[in-house]
């Protein structure tokens, strides 16, 4: 949109150019006559930390010597064992509770006549900050955050910052969302008169290819005791840090009083931000008295232009553009919620290789880090604000907080977040229950005069059909479908009854699946695999409750190839222990195939065709794309197997699904892995995913015949014999692409790959070591379930062992794992101190192996 606030929903148009407030490091910058400042700093490392509730804990003279000593980001509950006992089923059966954090922040002689905040990016959850025993607040929502000013209670020598987390009410979500002070901390110090924390939004009204029209709204305050004039300077860097832009104005502040000061300005050829081409340019603001900076802050931003309609959908930089997206929570399999910046960036990094464009943040607002890296990777974002409102949809959620802290906590998410180039679009809630239209009304009124320049929406059902979960179109921007969306006719009738709205599928498709599990006949969840709510509602076991709705997907054969395929023991304290079959639909309940046939309503090709063609569908998010812990499927289940990668980051054949239909790099591969004893001469069906127009397919040597890509996968019924599966794939009659099958022979080693052989001693780089068993010809062996043991010497730690593993429940933060399919993760985190790293992986029975890695030095961001 230009030039005013109305949304004019038959085109809705909005140039922008938007960049971060909260930074990956420490930003230092130089201030005149050789001064230095630095503005912010890292607050992540050396805190103690004991769980259970403490009395006298916010006391500076407290005795913690024995606590804990412990970095930022830390989660708690990931580091417990599971239990039935802990939580419930949506929680994920690790243990919750009340834990204290204390950190010691010695005076400097430079925060002299400064002003002096704590920012935490996030706290999960109901948390208490003190500074030398004066309690500074209280903050319920675990997702937002918050900074308080620690000026007038500091004292020269120690101080002490004491915050008690209360997570003692587990049921607080649907997923598991970790304990703690799980995201980064920061120290702020400003001069009295500063630019606020997310007080800069950057705008353009006009992007054209030859200029750009940009607008800067600075909130400047003065918390000095006397009035001020200052200047206010912007200038606008190009990659190399040359200005391209530059404004300075005149301000005069009263003693206690704010400004918004306004500045426009002119890009000539503007570098568009785009997946393709994820320019930044960085805003420096600086604040200047009497010829001196006493502020300067930068924020990274990106100039590009969003159009959405109903006649083409989506454009960016006037391009039509489909969202390829997936929905994610925040957590990280081994890790839980305390995410590593360098794990989170190989995350983006996986989902971009398979051609990944977008990411919806279900259901809450996630790290800055993750923003920073979206503007870096080139992802889009759908940014979702909250589950649902006032009516609680987990017992103890942030239902019970909302009518009092809506306002405020949106607030901040939306300044926090409304200069990020990669974020598009706003989502005010997800299957809102008792949705109400006067509330709806209010947040999207909220997010419109915050940030006009992007489209509401929020995920639910189709409001003529007063379901739960309902939306009300007409207030919103765009609207978003869940799994109704999944449904025959649903989006052609709500087209019909709205044309001059777009649509977005905020949650499509639900498909599961586990890494190297197959079956051949189709599973639907109602009847295969049900839900809990299914279970409860009486509907599980049979397909009538949706059967006139669904996508058929058709058997691959009659009689099932794979019926060993069921789970009956799952893996506790260190042993087998057996499921109890109460229910037909049980062994099959906690693993699905990784066949494009295990789903709810439709299947992911279907679901991407339909969105694919539809003129006013913008695009999708399926669910999800990654595993994730919590919503389970009751004990003795620890995740939902919904991710096309699973807990680990070990994609499973979905992901080459995808990387078929959404990526154009020519690629092919082959489902299932051909080491089948016991099935010679049994016809197994091999499937086929690529983008080529193409593929012949060879058994052992002998052509099976090439077939043509038609928008489907190829399928051929081979009859099994051990040896080497190949796929060719071919563009204009020439190979462009490969894959193999090779039948593993006996267990005989074990294989170690890892990420990073020269990571950076900065104490917070993460490593993953993949752990392979393999035979003697180094292929996978994917019946291989050895318990492996690891060791490590040198500047490094293991942080996390993980095996993707439903039905797993060993502890994280060990020194052993099973295997799983013949696979295993190991997560090693460097310190601050260069070397040499040993790491090695021993089972009875296999060969062992070791890796050695050298540290190099790097910049230490924390204090």
């Known amino acids: 949109m230009t030039g005013n606030n109305r949304f004019d929903r038959r085109q809705f148009v909005t140039s922008t150019a938007v960049g971060s407030c909260a930074w990956l490091v420490p930003r230092i910058v130089d201030a005149s006559a050789g001064q230095t400042a630095a503005r912010l700093s890292g607050a992540d490392f050396d805190w103690r930390f004991q769980q259970g509730d403490v009395q006298g804990a916010a006391d500076p003279?407290?005795?913690?010597?024995?606590?804990?000593?412990?970095?930022?980001?830390?989660?708690?509950?990931?580091?417990?064992?599971?239990?039935?006992?802990?939580?419930?089923?949506?929680?994920?059966?690790l243990p919750a509770g009340i834990g204290w954090y204390r950190k010691r922040l010695p005076w400097r002689p430079e925060w002299a006549g400064k002003r002096v905040k704590i920012l935490f990016d996030g706290i999960y959850c109901n948390s208490d900050v003190w500074i030398n025993a004066h309690h500074l607040g209280w903050h319920p929502n675990g997702y937002i955050g918050f900074e308080f000013d620690l000026t007038d209670h500091l004292q020269e020598g120690v101080n002490v910052i004491a915050v008690r987390v209360d997570h003692s009410k587990p049921l607080s979500a649907r997923w598991y969302t970790g304990s703690g002070i799980y995201r980064h901390a920061w120290v702020i110090v400003t001069d009295p008169v500063h630019s606020e924390t997310w007080g800069t939004y950057f705008t353009t009204p006009e992007v054209q290819p030859g200029h750009a029209r940009f607008r800067v709204v600075t909130e400047v305050v003065n918390q000095g005791s006397g009035d001020r004039r200052v200047t206010l300077s912007m200038a606008l860097l190009d990659r190399e840090r040359h200005a391209v832009a530059k404004q300075s104005s005149a301000v005069e502040l009263r003693a206690g009083?704010?400004?918004?000061?306004?500045?426009?300005?002119?890009?000539?050829?503007?570098?568009?931000?785009?997946?393709?081409?994820?320019?930044?340019?960085?805003?420096?603001?600086?604040?200047?008295?009497?010829?001196?900076?006493?502020?300067?802050?930068?924020?990274?931003?990106?100039?590009?232009?969003?159009?959405?309609?109903?006649?083409?959908?989506?454009?960016?930089?006037?391009?039509?553009?489909?969202?390829?997206?997936?929905?994610?929570?925040?957590?990280?399999?081994a890790v839980g919620a305390a995410v590593p910046d360098s794990l989170l960036r190989q995350r983006l990094e996986l989902l971009r290789a398979m051609g990944c464009n977008a990411i919806r943040t279900a259901h809450n607002p996630v790290s800055p880090v993750f923003y920073d890296l979206c503007d870096e990777l080139g992802l889009m974002v759908l940014n979702e604000a909250l589950d649902g409102w006032q009516k609680p949809k987990a017992r103890d959620d942030y239902g019970n907080y909302f009518k009092e802290w809506w306002k405020r906590d949106l607030t901040r998410f939306i300044k926090r977040d409304r200069n990020h180039p990669s974020?598009?679009?706003?989502?005010?809630?997800?299957?809102?229950?008792?949705?109400?239209?006067?509330?709806?009304?209010?947040?999207?009124?909220?997010?419109?005069?915050?940030?006009?320049?992007?489209?509401?929406?929020?995920g639910g059902r189709d409001p003529t059909r007063?379901?739960?979960?309902?939306?009300?179109?007409?207030?919103?921007?765009?609207?978003?479908?869940?799994?109704?969306?999944?449904?025959?006719?649903?989006?052609?009738?709500?087209?019909?009854?709205?044309?001059?709205?777009?649509?977005?599928?905020?949650?499509?498709?639900?498909?599961?699946?586990?890494?190297?599990?197959?079956?051949?006949?189709?599973?639907?969840?109602?009847?295969?695999?049900?839900?809990?709510?299914?279970?409860?509602?009486?509907?599980?076991?049979?397909?009538?409750?949706?059967?006139?709705?669904?996508?058929?997907?058709?058997?691959l054969t009659e009689v099932e190839v794979f019926p060993e395929e069921v789970e009956r023991t799952y893996f506790y304290k260190g042993r087998e222990v057996p499921i109890e079959m109460k229910e037909p639909w049980q062994p099959t309940l906690y693993c699905q195939s990784s066949y494009d046939n295990a789903t709810v309503r439709i299947s992911a090709r279907k679901a991407w065709q339909r969105i694919r063609d539809f003129d006013f569908a913008i695009g999708h998010f399926r669910w999800s794309g990654f595993d994730y812990l919590g919503e389970t499927n009751q004990w003795p289940s620890r995740c939902a197997n919904?991710?096309?990668?699973?807990?680990?980051?070990?994609?499973?054949?979905?992901?080459?699904?995808?990387?078929?239909?959404?990526?154009?790099?020519?690629?092919?591969?082959?489902?299932?892995?051909?080491?089948?004893?016991?099935?010679?001469?049994?016809?197994?069906?091999?499937?086929?995913?690529?983008?080529?127009?193409?593929?012949?397919?060879?058994?052992?040597?002998?052509?099976?015949?090439?077939?043509?890509?038609?928008?489907?996968?190829?399928?051929?019924?081979?009859?099994?014999?051990?040896?080497?599966?190949?796929?060719?794939?071919?563009?204009?009659?020439?190979?462009v692409a490969e894959a193999v099958q090779m039948t593993a022979h006996n267990p005989a080693r074990i294989r170690i790959k890892t990420s990073d052989p020269r990571p950076v001693a900065d104490r917070s780089s993460v490593i993953r070591m993949e752990i392979d068993v393999v035979d003697d010809r180094d292929v996978l062996v994917p019946s291989a379930?050895?318990?492996?043991?690891?060791?490590?010497?040198?500047?490094?730690?293991?942080?996390?062992?993980?095996?993707?593993?439903?039905?797993?429940?060993?502890?994280?933060?060990?020194?052993?794992?099973?295997?799983?399919?013949?696979?295993?993760?190991?997560?090693?985190?460097?310190?601050?101190?260069?070397?040499?790293i040993s790491f090695t992986a021993r089972s009875a029975g296999l060969t062992s192996a070791s890796v050695r890695l050298k540290s190099r030095a790097g910049r230490v961001t924390a204090p």
């Open 61 to 93: 003279g407290f005795d913690d010597s024995r606590w804990r000593v412990l970095d930022l980001p830390h989660d708690w509950g990931v580091e417990g064992e599971y239990s039935p006992d802990n939580g419930d089923w949506q929680s994920g059966y």
């Open 257 to 333: 009083s704010a400004e918004s000061v306004t500045q426009d300005g002119t890009i000539a050829k503007p570098v568009l931000w785009s997946p393709d081409s994820p320019y930044l340019y960085t805003l420096r603001t600086t604040v200047e008295s009497e010829g001196q900076s006493i502020d300067v802050s930068e924020t990274r931003v990106g100039i590009r232009k969003l159009e959405f309609s109903p006649t083409f959908g989506f454009k960016l930089n006037g391009t039509v553009t489909k969202l390829k997206g997936v929905s994610d929570h925040h957590t990280a399999g």
């Open 423 to 458: 974020v598009i679009m706003w989502s005010i809630g997800n299957e809102v229950p008792g949705a109400s239209r006067d509330t709806q009304k209010q947040l999207v009124d909220l997010f419109h005069s915050l940030d006009p320049t992007r489209p509401v929406t929020q």
């Open 466 to 555: 007063g379901m739960n979960g309902t939306t009300y179109a007409s207030q919103l921007d765009i609207h978003g479908f869940n799994g109704e969306g999944e449904e025959k006719g649903v989006l052609e009738k709500f087209h019909a009854a709205h044309p001059q709205m777009p649509i977005v599928c905020t949650e499509v498709p639900h498909s599961d699946q586990t890494r190297g599990v197959y079956r051949t006949r189709t599973q639907w969840r109602v009847r295969d695999f049900p839900a809990v709510w299914e279970i409860r509602s009486g509907k599980a076991g049979k397909l009538d409750s949706i059967a006139g709705a669904v996508f058929p997907i058709p058997d």
């Open 642 to 735: 919904a991710g096309i990668i699973d807990l680990c980051g070990f994609p499973k054949d979905h992901y080459y699904l995808y990387q078929s239909m959404w990526s154009d790099a020519p690629m092919v591969h082959i489902l299932p892995h051909w080491t089948h004893p016991g099935k010679e001469g049994v016809s197994i069906p091999v499937v086929v995913y690529t983008n080529c127009e193409a593929v012949e397919l060879f058994l052992n040597g002998k052509s099976l015949g090439e077939e043509p890509y038609r928008d489907e996968q190829l399928v051929w019924m081979a009859p099994y014999q051990p040896g080497t599966v190949r796929a060719v794939a071919r563009r204009k009659g020439k190979q």
């Open 785 to 836: 379930s050895h318990m492996i043991e690891f060791g490590v010497s040198g500047p490094a730690r293991l942080i996390g062992l993980d095996n993707g593993d439903p039905l797993d429940l060993s502890p994280y933060k060990a020194s052993r794992r099973r295997v799983f399919r013949g696979k295993c993760l190991a997560l090693l985190q460097v310190s601050d101190r260069p070397g040499e």
